[in-house]
């Protein structure tokens, strides 16, 4: 039996994949079930299986070919089967990229104004610290990185202040910047014997460079400084340092791009905040950690396990608009916001409302490393009815998230922080966490919201719940 396996679509938005890796080879045996390749989508690397067994008898696309959503990718059949109407039925896969290295796009300076300019900037017109040794050190135009030799161009500077031998200046003083006086320091140059451009007859980087550039000078500097010609007005010289670049955007980032605006656009949001005691839920958190054999809760896990239980109350707000109609759903399936360096992804935590404490906190764990390590399955990546975002561990205290649609809310969790609170009448320390929801109102109303929240808070707050 010939089995197609095609490009599958492994999320709402994918719309092409990437063959990332073949882990079987053409003339390897088969069994259903088996991971075959690694696909990359717009969200994440993802393992396929294999839906029928036989022998791989050909891939057609290449690792490193992106196709659309639908395409056959590879043949599985019987070695004796006849494959060729298949194949010929097929799109022609495109060629793997070829890996350029080329950099980024980066912006070219602005070009240096031309009225009134005296000129080609010198070489050593610019400075900066070597990051290695902090010593001052020209840059040239070109690199825009720092060049250990002196000044290239300093004998080829026909007029200026030049440099001078060491003369006590009057009175002790010299005028000078910082930077003047330590590229002065750096290079040996006397700034006594300079003529300061700056306010005030201040010597500034400018003169110092320009002293350089000249070379040393005869005895007389005290004439030169005299007879020194009037400075021609200032202009900004022309810079190496490029002002911006553009990164291409990730599939990932542009993934983002293009749906957030589809829900912070046309979703009405509104948000509901409250703020939880999470005294006894610290304790609790604390016990079931010093037992041995048990895997580590965090206080996410908590609040993963109360969401799914108040969901299970609230079904309005464990619900999607689906065209004229709104889709409650019967399970708990959350989606757990995970930061990696190319974006945001949510992985499906499913059936929470069933699974003790315990055993989510241990999918979570593994839920998360595999989503950052790029291993998650295909049923992982979608079917969410709900979603937190959990960013107390970067010490936010409370903010708000946007709708992962077709969702119809998230609830976004700040850090746990220890503040002066009135306990019976009485001030006291305890420990507070805020709670945001954002809500679909096409969905759900206000009030539906927080009812939603206030059974959230109540659980966190009667932590022994969260165990029967």
Same mark, same amino acid.
């Given at each position: 039996?010939?089995?197609?396996?095609?490009?599958?679509?492994?999320?709402? /938005?994918?719309?092409?994949?990437?063959?990332?890796?073949?882990?079987?080879?053409?003339?390897?045996?088969?069994?259903?079930?088996?991971?075959? *390749?690694?696909?990359?989508?717009?969200?994440?690397?993802?393992?396929?299986?294999?839906?029928?067994?036989?022998?791989?008898?050909?891939?057609?696309?290449?690792?490193?070919?992106?196709?659309?959503?639908?395409?056959?990718?590879?043949?599985?059949?019987?070695?004796?089967?006849?494959?060729?109407?298949?194949?010929? *039925?097929?799109?022609?896969?495109?060629?793997?990229?070829?890996?350029?290295?080329?950099?980024?796009? #980066?912006?070219?300076?602005?070009?240096?104004? @031309?009225?009134?300019?005296?000129?080609?900037?010198?070489?050593?017109?610019?400075?900066?610290?070597?990051?290695?040794?902090?010593?001052?050190?020209?840059?040239?135009?070109?690199?825009?990185?720092?060049?250990?030799? +002196?000044?290239?161009?300093? *004998? +080829?500077?026909?007029?200026?202040?030049?440099?001078?031998?060491?003369?006590? %200046?009057?009175?002790?003083?010299?005028? %000078?910047?910082?930077?003047?006086?330590?590229?002065?320091?750096?290079?040996?140059?006397?700034?006594?014997?300079?003529?300061?451009?700056?306010?005030?007859?201040?010597?500034?980087?400018?003169?110092?460079?320009?002293?350089?550039?000249?070379?040393?000078?005869? /005895?007389?500097?005290?004439?030169?400084?005299?007879?020194?010609?009037?400075?021609?007005?200032?202009?900004?010289? *022309?810079?190496?340092?490029?002002?911006?670049?553009?990164?291409?955007?990730?599939?990932?980032?542009?993934?983002?791009?293009?749906?957030?605006?589809?829900?912070?656009?046309?979703?009405?949001?509104?948000?509901?905040?409250?703020e939880v005691a999470m005294d006894r839920a610290a304790e609790l958190r604390t016990e079931l950690n010093a037992l041995e054999g048990s895997p580590k809760v965090?206080?996410?896990?908590?609040?993963?396990?109360?969401?799914?239980?108040?969901?299970?109350?609230?079904?309005?707000?464990? /619900?999607?608009?689906?065209?004229?109609?709104?889709?409650?759903?019967?399970?708990?399936?959350?989606?757990? +916001?995970? %930061?990696?360096?190319?974006?945001?992804?949510?992985?499906?935590?499913?059936?929470?409302?069933?699974?003790?404490?315990?055993?989510?906190?241990?999918?979570?764990?593994?839920?998360?490393?595999?989503?950052? +390590?790029?291993?998650?399955?295909?049923?992982?990546?979608?079917?969410?009815?709900?979603?937190?975002?959990?960013?107390?561990?970067?010490? #936010?205290? !409370?903010?708000?998230?946007?709708?992962?649609?077709?969702?119809?809310?998230?609830?976004?969790?700040?850090?746990?922080? !220890?503040?002066?609170?009135?306990?019976?009448?009485?001030?006291?320390?305890?420990?507070?966490?805020?709670? @945001?929801?954002?809500?679909?109102?096409?969905?759900?109303?206000?009030?539906?919201?927080?009812?939603?929240?206030?059974?959230?808070?109540?659980?966190l707050e009667e932590p022994l719940r969260l165990l029967v």
């Open positions: 039996m010939i089995t197609k396996v095609v490009m599958p679509k492994l999320s709402d /938005a994918m719309e092409t994949g990437k063959v990332i890796k073949w882990l079987k080879r053409e003339g390897d045996n088969i069994k259903g079930g088996d991971i075959i *390749a690694e696909i990359e989508t717009d969200k994440a690397n993802v393992e396929i299986e294999a839906f029928g067994a036989g022998v791989l008898r050909k891939v057609i696309v290449d690792e490193g070919g992106q196709v659309p959503v639908g395409d056959l990718i590879a043949v599985i059949a019987d070695p004796a089967e006849n494959i060729d109407s298949v194949l010929a *039925a097929a799109p022609k896969a495109p060629a793997a990229p070829a890996v350029t290295g080329a950099p980024p796009d #980066v912006a070219k300076p602005a070009a240096a104004p @031309t009225q009134g300019a005296p000129g080609p900037v010198p070489a050593t017109e610019t400075y900066k610290s070597a990051p290695e040794t902090g010593k001052v050190v020209p840059m040239t135009p070109e690199s825009g990185r720092p060049q250990p030799a +002196a000044p290239a161009a300093a *004998a +080829a500077a026909p007029t200026g202040p030049r440099l001078v031998a060491s003369v006590p %200046a009057p009175g002790g003083r010299v005028k %000078a910047s910082p930077l003047a006086k330590k590229i002065a320091a750096q290079s040996g140059v006397d700034l006594a014997g300079l003529h300061g451009s700056g306010p005030g007859g201040r010597i500034v980087r400018r003169d110092v460079e320009e002293a350089l550039a000249a070379g040393p000078a005869p /005895a007389a500097a005290p004439a030169a400084r005299a007879a020194a010609p009037a400075r021609a007005p200032f202009v900004v010289p *022309a810079r190496s340092d490029a002002e911006y670049e553009d990164v291409p955007l990730t599939p990932m980032r542009a993934t983002i791009a293009k749906r957030m605006p589809l829900s912070k656009g046309p979703v009405p949001h509104f948000y509901v905040t409250s965090s206080v996410n896990d908590l609040v993963i396990r109360a969401c799914a239980l108040a969901l299970m109350r609230h079904p309005g707000v464990n /619900a999607t608009l689906q065209g004229q109609a709104v889709r409650m759903y019967h399970r708990a399936h959350i989606g757990l +916001a995970v %930061a990696l360096e190319a974006g945001l992804i949510t992985p499906v935590l499913r059936d929470c409302d069933v699974k003790p404490l315990v055993q989510i906190a241990a999918e979570a764990r593994d839920l998360a490393e595999r989503a950052r +390590a790029g291993k998650l399955r295909a049923s992982e990546l979608s079917g969410a009815t709900f979603s937190i975002s959990n960013l107390g561990m970067f010490d #936010v205290e !409370e903010f708000s998230a946007i709708i992962n649609p077709p969702e119809g809310a998230i609830l976004a969790v700040g850090s746990m922080l !220890e503040k002066p609170v009135v306990v019976d009448g009485a001030l006291a320390v305890g420990r507070r966490m805020k709670m @945001t929801i954002s809500c679909d109102h096409r969905v759900m109303d206000g009030a539906m919201g927080a009812r939603f929240l206030q059974d959230v808070k109540r659980l």
